[in-house]
């Protein structure tokens, strides 16, 4: 089961340090302040993060989703509400994001509940797309099982044609959610994988408790 060539795999982590003492006292602030780090630096899509939903029954998936924006109302991503997701999401509203900032030896963990973004954000969002994004959108019917690769560029064909003089409008099923966070964790690298963890927890009454955990 064992493959060792796999399991000696390992990085030593050592660009940076994290102490509770030193982070904000709000976590969107403290993303804030790291998400300037990864957009300013050499990260590769730093907006890229795994989405994990599951069943009301447990059973869990996950996939890459791309951050949109991000206040103190949530983090904003995008996507088809009939897919597999918008259809877990739709049944069980908690959820989780994790960011991978590998450049920067770093994590962000989030916990929370979802909810579908406003129409006006989704129109305006959708609208921002480059034309050939808006038409698949419309003639993708995302996570559905299709007969093949040609059956996707004739949908995509047929829509194409369909707005070859109009603008194509968003339809019903595509938009946006925003996830509220509960809980928030920042991971930092650190050497002999003795990583620092600071972990904040939304309180009853909107207070954020901070707390280092053990790596």
């Known amino acids: 089961m064992l493959?060792?060539?796999?399991?000696?795999?390992?990085?030593?982590?050592?660009?940076?340090?994290?102490?509770?003492?030193?982070?904000?006292?709000y976590p969107l602030q403290q993303f804030e302040k790291w998400w300037q780090d990864a957009t300013t630096g050499e990260v590769e899509e730093p907006?890229?993060?795994?989405?994990?939903t599951s069943t009301p029954d447990g059973h869990p998936s996950a996939r890459i989703v791309l951050l949109k924006g991000f206040d103190e109302e949530g983090f904003v991503f995008?996507?088809?509400?009939?897919?597999?997701?918008?259809?877990?999401?739709?049944?069980?509203?908690?959820?989780?994001?994790?960011?991978?900032?590998?450049?920067?030896?770093r994590q962000v963990r989030i916990e929370g509940t979802v909810s579908k973004a406003s129409a006006g954000i989704s129109n305006d969002y959708y609208n921002s797309r480059p034309v050939g994004s808006r038409i698949g959108a419309i003639a993708s019917p995302q996570s559905k099982v299709i007969?093949?690769?040609t059956f996707l560029e004739e949908q995509v064909d047929q829509v194409a044609?369909?707005?070859?003089?109009?603008?194509?409008?968003?339809?019903?099923y595509w938009g946006g959610y925003v996830v509220k966070p509960s809980v928030v964790e920042f991971w930092?690298?650190?050497?002999?994988?003795?990583?620092?963890?600071?972990?904040?927890?939304?309180?009853?009454?909107?207070?954020?408790?901070?707390?280092?955990?053990?790596?």
């Not at 907006?47 to 994990?52: D, F, G, K, S």
């Not at 044609?161 to 019903?172: L, M």
């Not at 003795?194 to 954020?208: A, C, E, N």
């Open 188 to 215: 930092q690298g650190r050497s002999s994988r003795l990583h620092d963890r600071i972990l904040y927890t939304l309180m009853p009454g909107g207070s954020w408790k901070i707390e280092r955990l053990a790596p």
């Open 47 to 52: 907006n890229a993060m795994t989405l994990a």
């Open 3 to 25: 493959n060792q060539k796999i399991a000696d795999l390992r990085k030593d982590y050592k660009l940076a340090s994290l102490d509770e003492r030193d982070v904000a006292p």
């Open 78 to 105: 995008f996507t088809n509400y009939e897919s597999r997701k918008g259809q877990e999401l739709a049944l069980n509203p908690h959820v989780s994001l994790l960011f991978f900032w590998r450049e920067l030896e």
């Open 161 to 172: 044609r369909q707005y070859a003089q109009a603008t194509p409008q968003r339809p019903d």
């Open 147 to 149: 007969p093949g690769r």
